[in-house]
């Protein structure tokens, strides 16, 4: 089994950044594709980013150009800069790895999340 754990999440006033943590641990290896979704109250969890282990990204539109996703595959965490922060970016943070098998059934981890609060 593996295990994803968030960090970073808070208070932010809008126009300001923060920056989220996920470490993964146990069976999640670096050849996972590791993201970030969201869900605020009342809403579906979305997509916010994703990247792969070779760093090739993918962007919710709502975020582009404001938040950026990265990776550290020696330690098998993702990181997510949120800048130019808007109310509506308020939710629960999750963080996800992913991987195919070779069967092409899916291997899906979620951590806990983390809550951030955009607000003046």
């Known amino acids: 089994q593996g295990q994803l754990v968030e960090s970073g999440g808070g208070l932010v006033q809008p126009g300001g950044s923060l920056r989220l943590s996920c470490a993964a641990s146990?069976?999640?290896?670096?050849?996972?594709?590791m993201g970030w979704y969201r869900q605020a109250p009342g809403k579906q969890r979305e997509l916010v980013a994703t990247i792969t282990s070779g760093g090739s990204t993918n962007y919710a539109d709502s975020v582009k150009g404001r938040f950026s996703i990265s990776r550290d595959n020696a330690k098998i965490t993702v990181y997510l800069q949120m800048n130019s922060l808007k109310p509506e970016d308020a939710a629960v943070y999750y963080c996800?790895?992913?991987?195919?098998?070779?069967?092409?059934?899916?291997?899906?981890?979620w951590g806990q999340g983390t809550q951030l609060t955009v607000s003046s």
């Open positions: 996800n790895a992913f991987k195919l098998r070779p069967d092409y059934s899916a291997i899906n981890y």
């Open positions: 146990g069976s999640i290896s670096s050849g996972y594709v």
